[in-house]
């Protein structure tokens, strides 16, 4: 489905927020998606519902995932696709290979997924930064008190 806005105007971006259940750190979730693309599989997430907001999501979003209670990573999405499964129609949000890390923000659990304003997603994380490895409440402590 296309953007619907019919003003001319450039859709705004919009991303989307998802826990990614059974993983309790980023490498897992790297090792996880490097072993489904050396399986010639594309990485693709199933969701039941398609966001209504489809182009500002395909306008430059990513899936930022919780992980172990905190927005840990971000991964692109690049497509919307249709899945026919024995429950139904379902959407699949194609996702880039590249994680990018983005600073760790706290998020209580919810199901499904959120939309996430680009206004309110962490940064993404600099090249190198001391507190990397530290549990992610330490992080935004430190990061709040203005030690990194």
Request: proline fraction near 11%; aromatic fraction near 4%; hydrophobic fraction near 35%.
């Given at each position: 489905m296309a953007d619907r806005r019919t003003d001319g105007e450039t859709p705004k971006v919009v991303h989307l927020l998802k826990i990614c259940v059974g993983v309790d750190q980023v490498e897992q979730l790297e090792l996880w998606q490097g072993q489904r693309v050396a399986r010639g599989e594309q990485l693709r997430h199933v969701t039941r519902n398609r966001p209504r907001r489809d182009g500002e999501v395909l306008a430059g979003g990513s899936l930022y995932w919780i992980i172990a209670g905190a927005i840990r990573v971000?991964?692109?999405?690049?497509?919307?696709?249709?899945?026919?499964?024995?429950?139904?129609?379902?959407?699949?949000?194609?996702?880039?290979?590249?994680?990018?890390?983005?600073?760790?923000?706290?998020?209580?659990?919810?199901?499904?997924?959120?939309?996430?304003?680009?206004?309110?997603?962490?940064?993404?994380?600099?090249?190198?930064?001391?507190?990397?490895?530290?549990?992610?409440?330490l992080q935004v402590a430190l990061r709040d008190l203005g030690v990194y």
């Open positions: 971000r991964q692109r999405i690049v497509a919307l696709d249709r899945v026919e499964t024995e429950t139904g129609i379902k959407c699949g949000l194609v996702l880039a290979p590249e994680l990018v890390r983005t600073e760790p923000w706290l998020r209580r659990p919810h199901q499904g997924w959120r939309y996430l304003e680009a206004k309110d997603a962490p940064p993404d994380l600099s090249a190198h930064t001391d507190a990397e490895g530290l549990p992610p409440d």
